[in-house]
């Protein structure tokens, strides 16, 4: 993933989760993370989608359960 991706990526998960700017959000999970509840979960696919022009699946939203993952995913789509 080129560097400015992940970076976009990052502030993403960080305006969505509501981090502070020191926060980096690599290791956060949603089973973890207790701001990351069914809103923000959609909200991150749909500034994820938006951000990166993409068209997620019912199966690739089920696999965004993490910063790595949602990494992974946009890596795997060319992101």
């Keep these: 993933m080129r560097p400015d ?15 502070r700017p020191e926060e980096i959000p690599d290791g956060i999970r949603n089973l973890t993370e207790p701001r990351w509840n069914s809103l923000a979960h959609v909200t991150l696919l749909a500034a994820i ?12 939203m089920d696999r965004v359960t993490s910063f790595a993952a949602a990494r992974l ?3 795997e789509k060319g992101s």
């Design 73 to 75: 995913l946009l890596e």
């Design 5 to 19: 991706a992940e970076e976009k990526l990052r502030e993403i998960f960080r305006a969505v989760l509501e981090l």
């Design 49 to 60: 989608e938006s951000e990166f022009s993409l068209s997620l699946s019912i199966e690739e």
